[in-house]
């Protein structure tokens, strides 16, 4: 019997170290969207993890985003999006909770290519409190980014300006 067993678990382990290692080949999944600044990582970490509707979720009907298929078609040539965040300072209006989301983005294309742009996300969350359902969870209200000819750990921008 023991026999038995120290076969089934080397075959076991053996199986299992020729499958792909997907935990250590992507990052690991992350939905947060307790403030601005984390769900905009979660929007990168979407992206890098070609989730694309998760990502494309984020947006509040999909302002700014096109239909879903742009939406997908505009990340084909993507491997790899860095992120970094700057503060975001949020601030109320009319029963809504907006954060200005500063922030910088390395984009790297299959072959190498890569390229920063810089700008502002806008997140925005009706007043729990106040919400009938079907509740609407904190989203991106709006994104402003453009290419910049910055080194990727320069071009974030020191502020947002406050929604409009």
Do not use: W
Not at 48 to 60: L, P, Q, V
Not at 89 to 112: D, M, N, W
């Amino acid at each position: 019997m023991r026999m038995k067993i120290l076969f089934t678990s080397l075959l076991v382990a053996t199986a299992a170290s020729s499958l792909p290692a997907l935990a250590q080949d992507q990052a690991s999944y992350l939905d947060d969207r307790s403030d601005g600044p984390a769900l905009v990582r979660s929007l990168y970490n979407a992206i890098n993890r070609k989730e694309y509707a998760r990502a494309y979720s984020y947006f509040d009907d999909r302002k700014g985003t096109g239909d879903y298929k742009s939406f997908i078609e505009g990340y084909a040539g993507t491997v790899d999006v860095q992120v970094i965040i700057g503060t975001a300072k949020p601030e109320g209006a009319a029963g809504s909770i907006y954060a200005p989301v500063p922030v910088a983005v390395k984009s790297t294309e299959k072959g190498g290519k890569e390229q920063v742009f810089a700008g502002c996300y806008v997140t925005r969350i009706v007043n729990p409190g106040i919400q009938e359902p079907p509740f609407a969870p904190l989203h991106i209200e709006s994104a402003a980014l453009k290419a910049v000819e910055l080194p990727f750990e320069k071009a974030l921008p020191a502020t947002c300006p406050p929604p409009s």
